[in-house]
């Protein structure tokens, strides 16, 4: 059987943790930040975790 083949697209997108959860960048912190307050362009740096809904989908996309 040959090996399974890691998503690169995802692989870029997603790190995992030590408990093997999934690791995201925020969207929305890319461009068009002048009316964008401090506050949220700040929040927006944090990385948060991938929803619990999509973690089926990434692990078939992500196996190692």
Do not use: C, E, W
């Not at 990385?47 to 973690?55: F, G, K, P, W």
């Amino acid at each position: 059987m040959p090996k399974m083949k890691t998503n690169r697209a995802a692989a870029k997108r997603f790190k995992r943790t030590g408990t093997g959860k999934l690791k995201r960048h925020k969207a929305y912190s890319s461009h068009i930040l002048t009316k964008k307050s401090r506050k949220r362009k700040r929040n927006l740096r944090q990385s948060t975790l991938a929803s619990v809904s999509d973690m089926n989908k990434l692990a078939i996309m992500l196996p190692y």
